[in-house]
């Protein structure tokens, strides 16, 4: 027989408020890697970048009830590692809104450059989904559906790189303003050349 192992039960509202940031987790997981327009002047930053901000405003709200209502359950799962890491994306989020508020222009800081929107809201929606990674990732199934919609968005991300390296692109990337460098899921073409550097080293 199978002996599989004891679990507590949880309040039903903590219960379903865990599994839907689980959910928002492993949906931003696959979603965020497959994103993205060739018609933006950056057909993958800002694609993502609206994406992360976009899926996070729908996870805050949930990740805030989970916290409210499983605050102490949560704290005793959160012990070690877990949570000095928690603290110190908290540290950074502060940081981050710290120097906002400092910089010589506030509104650019906060949503980024409109070629990157990589700003203080991007910055806050990364530390949203490792906030919600941490609170589902102590239940293993959860850890597993985030690693196997890991594995899965994968495929088809090296199915078009592989397009590409064979000059068989099936989108109009030439009417993006840096038309003549390579495009990558790496984001910025510079990525890709230091990356294309350090493999031949």
Avoid: H
Wanted: with cysteine; aromatic share 10%.
């Amino acid at each position: 027989m199978l002996d599989f192992p004891k679990l507590e039960m949880s309040p039903p509202l903590l219960s379903l408020a865990r599994d839907l940031v689980g959910s928002g987790v492993v949906v931003s997981l696959a979603a965020v890697p497959l994103f993205f327009s060739a018609l933006l002047i950056d057909p993958f930053e800002l694609a993502k970048a609206a994406t992360i901000r976009g899926m996070a405003s729908l996870l805050l709200p949930v990740l805030c009830v989970t916290f409210a209502v499983g605050w102490r359950e949560i704290r005793a799962e959160l012990s070690g590692l877990r949570r000095w890491a928690l603290w110190l994306v908290l540290a950074y989020v502060g940081a981050v809104a710290l120097s906002t508020v400092a910089s010589v222009s506030p509104p650019l800081s906060l949503w980024g450059s409109p070629a990157r929107s990589q700003g203080a809201l991007t910055a806050a929606a990364f530390a949203v989904f490792f906030a919600g990674a941490l609170v589902s990732g102590t239940r293993e199934c959860w850890a597993w559906r985030a690693a196997l919609a890991l594995s899965l968005t994968s495929l088809p991300v090296t199915l078009y790189a592989v397009l590409q390296w064979r000059r068989l692109d099936p989108l109009p990337f030439r009417t993006v303003p840096w038309a003549g460098v390579v495009p990558s899921f790496l984001g910025n073409p510079n990525w890709i050349g230091a990356w294309l550097n350090r493999r031949r080293r």
